[in-house]
């Protein structure tokens, strides 16, 4: 004799494997997509889809040659280059970025042996992409703001900590950690300020302390010969829709553009998109799976009408009938999202590993759980929902097939 | 009748045995036997006789514990051995449960093979 579950397959097994099979097949690729475009998108700044801003930062320095390194006032921009600059169409504004002109490293308080040499630079308060409300100093202040480069922050992560055994930051972690910044003159006086990570930026590779404290400070302890405000980088902003005059110039000077943000930003507009398409079609692709599974509990239940009638009058209860069309449907469905989560878990670690070397991922594991802790969230309400669905629809069929 | 076509008698049987957890077989045993329900070459319901799926009927309602049996014309495809075999039957099972019985049917002679009947 059979075991119930075995009896209840023979009793209603009436055409709904096909669709079963397909919304199966069709959910593991519409989960597998959905888990991939979802974990990169997770990456990615929404904001430059929305972003409105039409400028561009450019930093430019001029061509280092063999005479330069003689002769270094060539790499100096003067006075006459800038407004040159500035008074070209497209161009909003310009400013030099000062650089220091003494020894300074940096270490955190109380581990002054575990220390880094440094360079510190400062530009015009206007053209960093951070809040700058604290962003400033007074000369009785001897705790420094700092806005580190985000780029920085990944090198420590990724390879600065591991190879040392320090833990990995957040850049809200980062903020809370009390640093010292020693600077020294070559004539021997030293200072040792406070600091603390004011914010991190994605627009300039550097540690960035505000102006007037870069000024001073190279007054005080540069040498005399390099006691001048000369630059040898400037910054330019520039109108997206109207840079020809700008790149006309960088090539007739031979200046040297360090970070072409528009090609960086272009692209990552271009894979932001793609992203998004990709993430659009396979909810689609979710959308049209989990139609089949309501479509094939509709056949099941219409076609197996009398049986399931049946099934009640001998005593089965409308749970247990609805219990076995649940476990039907959903058997297929579990082996799938689990099958695609599995792939796309390998899927993602080889991702990552490859491109570990062209993009920081940030908290892969937090975000991979967030990731599963949604889809599961999302199965439980959907197979919650489909329970009552299929109860209500067996009554509603029962009680007309007694009217009939 | 209630009957699966699509399953054998055996499982016919077996889906009212399934919903109690305390079910005797050898009583189901002796019950398919009595009425003959025991063939060499099981075959699906939906290809036994009339009478065939009657007792098969019977046989079900009598399997699983009861207080109160109402039966719709339980003899209504059977011959007369067959319905005095299903009349010992039940009369044995209603004994057996210190059970009711409420049965319609068209035959004045069913009425009287039941030890105890209140005709209406």
């Not at chain 1, 850049?171 to 200072?191: R, Y």
């Not at chain 1, 239940?301 to 476990?327: A, D, M, T």
């Amino acid at each position: 004799m059979f075991k119930s579950s075995k009896l209840y397959g023979v009793v209603l097994s009436r055409g709904i494997r096909v669709p079963i099979i397909f919304s199966s097949v069709s959910l593991f690729i519409g989960t597998f997509l959905s888990i991939i475009s979802f974990f990169f998108i997770s990456f990615i700044d929404l904001s430059t889809f929305f972003s409105e801003a039409d400028d561009i930062f450019y930093v430019v320095s001029k061509d280092t040659k063999l005479i330069h390194t003689i002769n270094k006032e060539k790499l100096y921009f003067t006075d006459e280059d800038l407004n040159q600059l500035k008074n070209l169409n497209g161009v909003k504004n310009v400013s030099k970025i000062y650089t220091s002109k003494f020894p300074s490293r940096i270490y955190i308080s109380g581990l002054a042996n575990f220390y880094s040499e440094i360079f510190l630079e400062a530009i015009d308060n206007e053209f960093l992409s951070v809040d700058t409300t604290n962003f400033n100093w007074n000369q009785n202040q001897k705790r420094l703001p700092l806005i580190i480069s985000n780029e920085f922050l990944h090198l420590y992560n990724y390879s600065f900590s591991g190879a040392n055994n320090l833990p990995v930051l957040t850049t809200e972690s980062a903020k809370f950690i009390p640093l010292k910044i020693e600077i020294g003159s070559k004539l021997g006086s030293l200072e040792v300020y406070s600091a603390k990570v004011h914010d991190f930026s994605d627009r300039y590779l550097s540690i960035l302390v505000p102006k007037n404290f870069m000024i001073w400070a190279n007054n005080i302890f540069a040498d005399e010969k390099n006691k001048n405000s000369k630059s040898t980088k400037i910054i330019v902003e520039v109108d997206r829709k109207e840079f020809t005059d700008f790149i006309t110039l960088i090539d007739d000077k031979n200046y040297i553009v360090q970070n072409n943000k528009i090609g960086i930003s272009e692209n990552l507009k271009l894979l932001n998109y793609s992203l998004g398409l990709l993430l659009l079609i396979s909810i689609g692709i979710l959308l049209i799976s989990f139609f089949f599974i309501y479509l094939a509990n509709m056949i099941l239940i219409e076609k197996e009408q009398k049986n399931i009638q049946k099934l009640q009058l001998i005593g089965y209860s409308i749970r247990e009938i609805q219990f076995y069309i649940f476990k039907q449907s959903f058997v297929g469905i579990f082996i799938a999202i689990a099958f695609s989560i599995i792939i796309s878990i390998i899927g993602l670690v080889q991702i990552t590993e490859l491109m570990n070397n062209f993009i920081i991922l940030d908290n892969f594991k937090i975000r991979l759980f967030i990731i599963l802790f949604v889809i599961l969230a999302l199965s439980i309400i959907i197979i919650y929902f489909s329970n009552l669905y299929i109860i209500k629809n067996i009554k509603k069929n029962h009680k007309t097939s007694f009217i009939s | 009748m209630q009957i699966f076509g699509n399953l054998d008698i055996d499982d016919n049987i077996q889906i009212v045995a399934n919903l109690y957890s305390d079910i005797d077989y050898s009583k189901i045993h002796y019950i398919k036997n009595f009425l003959n329900l025991a063939p060499q070459n099981p075959r699906k319901a939906k290809n036994l006789s009339l009478g065939e799926r009657q007792r098969l009927a019977i046989c079900r309602s009598l399997i699983r514990p009861f207080s109160t049996l109402i039966l719709d014309e339980p003899f209504s495809h059977l011959d007369k051995e067959n319905t005095e075999k299903a009349t010992l039957l039940i009369n044995e099972v209603l004994k057996e449960n210190n059970a009711n019985v409420i049965f319609t049917s068209h035959s004045k002679s069913n009425w009287q093979i039941l030890n105890k009947s209140l005709l209406v």
